[in-house]
Structure formats: structure tokens, C-alpha cells
């Protein structure tokens, strides 16, 4: 079982920058994939940013160039930095981890959700 507790979040105006931060706990953790996706009402939860345990990340097109994912393997945290932000990229943002018991056997898992609200 792998626990996600996300911080950070909150008000910020159009064209500010804006840190989340997320640390996995557990037991044996191996965890290959950590990120973020994000939510509105009414809306499916959309891929933010995830990134590999060796490095490799990816991002929704919407955010590329504004924001950067970081994690730090010893400490199981992922964080994102975000710049420049919109409105549109008001939403609740959920931490995620994918764990794999075996090389086609994982298990993906969530964190509580956090508010980030992008208004003057």
C-alpha cells in the first residue's frame, strides 16, 4: 500500500507561479511512476505531469514549457512547479503513483486532491 500526501495548492492571479509537492510513504516502496493529474467538476481527471523513477517525464500539452516536474527518488516525493498559470488551469490537482509488483502487475494510487485556483 502506498500513501500520497500532497501540499501546496491555494489562490494564486493569472500569470503567477504556483509549487506542489506530494510524498509517498508505505511499505516497499517501489514505485515507478509518480505525478499529477488534475480535475474539474464535470470533467474526467486529465494527465498533468508524471515522471519515471529514472527520469523520464512527460507532460499534457496545455502545460508544456510553464510546468516542471522534479522528484526525489530517496525521499518518494514528486513536485511540481508551476509558472505562468491560467485560469484555465484552475482544477483540483491529484498527486499519483503507479507501484509495480511485477513487470505487468502495478497498482496506481492517489492522493486526497489539492485546490489550485488561478482568478484575479
Known amino acids: 500500500q502506498v500513501q500520497l500526501v500532497e501540499s501546496g495548492g491555494g489562490l494564486v492571479q493569472p500569470g503567477g507561479s504556483l509549487s506542489l509537492s506530494c510524498a509517498a510513504s508505505?511499505?516497499?516502496?517501489?514505485?515507478?511512476?509518480m505525478g499529477w493529474y488534475r480535475q474539474t467538476p464535470g470533467n474526467q481527471r486529465d494527465l498533468v505531469a508524471v515522471?519515471?523513477?529514472?527520469?523520464?517525464?512527460n507532460y499534457a500539452n496545455s502545460v508544456k514549457g510553464r510546468f516542471t516536474i522534479s522528484r526525489d527518488n530517496a525521499k518518494n516525493t514528486v513536485t511540481l512547479q508551476m509558472s505562468s498559470l491560467k485560469p484555465e488551469d484552475t482544477a483540483v490537482y491529484y498527486c499519483?503513483?503507479?507501484?509495480?509488483?511485477?513487470?505487468?502487475?502495478?497498482?496506481?494510487?492517489w492522493g486526497q486532491g489539492t485546490q489550485v485556483t488561478v482568478s484575479s
Open positions: 499519483y503513483a503507479r507501484k509495480y509488483y511485477t513487470s505487468v502487475d502495478s497498482e496506481d494510487f
Open positions: 508505505g511499505r516497499r516502496l517501489s514505485i515507478d511512476r
Open positions: 515522471i519515471t523513477s529514472g527520469g523520464r517525464s
